[in-house]
């Protein structure tokens, strides 16, 4: 018999992000553990093909289409959820983005574009999302996705480094404030995982070597391996963790 700590019947998760990689492995444990999901991208196209996945699984599965980084569409995708009587009691703020230049190249509106899907795309769907908790008076969770950056820095990758880390404090920041609600609000930080977003690195030998020498698992990581880690930040295992960020890395941060 599964343990009722971690089900998630009759809950509902929106994942933004997660039409492919991370997020749609996400969507996917949480939907095997009985939540109905909210699949969320940009593109039309990406968001159905990833609905129909799911609910080919026999899962329960929308999607939600809209700019985690634009206010506007933000506060309108909430709105129509309250016309739809949809409830978002799990939030996983996944979108993320990438741009590799050295802090000397790197021109303004790329620092920004990066920072505002990677921090302030959080912080806004997080908001609407825990308005929403506190007035419902149920609690809820928030899981935020943030990086090995989080904890060290790589050359190249300032803003996604300096987003990642603002996550691990947006956690703790959300945490400070909506415990009290029966909210929390944790992070989970991935290692090197085999995503689309990391194709040029696991397709450069030499990095690809340097990540499996460097790391005691001497491999990358794989999307579906943060599933459990979600499920539990999502359950009521969790119910008392709050404002912490869980690395799954294979032990990278070990040994450095």
Do not use: C
Not at 40 to 69: E, I, S, Y
Not at 136 to 143: D, L, M, N
Request: glycine letters at 10%; proline letters at 3%.
């Amino acid at each position: 018999m599964a343990n009722p700590l971690f089900d998630l019947t009759g809950r509902t998760a929106l994942i933004t992000g997660s039409a492919r990689g991370i997020g749609l492995a996400i969507a996917q444990g949480l939907g095997e553990s009985g939540a109905a999901v909210v699949v969320n991208g940009r593109q039309p196209a990406a968001v159905q093909a990833a609905v129909d996945k799911l609910t080919g699984l026999g899962l329960q599965a929308q999607g939600a289409v809209f700019d985690v980084a634009d206010e506007a569409a933000v506060a309108a995708a909430f709105e129509a959820f309250d016309a739809q009587g949809l409830h978002i009691d799990i939030l996983v703020n996944n979108a993320g983005i990438q741009h590799r230049a050295p802090m000397l190249d790197l021109a303004l509106k790329d620092w920004q574009r990066v920072i505002d899907t990677n921090l302030t795309a959080a912080f806004l769907v997080g908001k609407a999302a825990a308005r929403r908790m506190v007035a419902r008076g149920q609690g809820g969770k928030v899981i935020n996705i943030g990086s090995l950056t989080s904890e060290a820095a790589r050359a190249t990758v300032a803003p996604y480094t300096v987003a990642k880390g603002g996550i691990k404090l947006l956690s703790k920041a959300m945490a400070a404030e909506w415990a009290q609600f029966n909210i929390q609000a944790n992070s989970i930080g991935p290692g090197y995982i085999l995503t689309d977003m990391n194709a040029a690195l696991i397709q450069n030998p030499s990095f690809d070597a340097w990540v499996k020498a460097s790391n005691p698992a001497q491999r990358w990581g794989r999307p579906e391996e943060l599933v459990g880690t979600a499920v539990f930040l999502a359950s009521a295992a969790s119910n008392y963790v709050n404002g912490q960020i869980i690395y799954v890395d294979g032990g990278w941060l070990s040994v450095l």
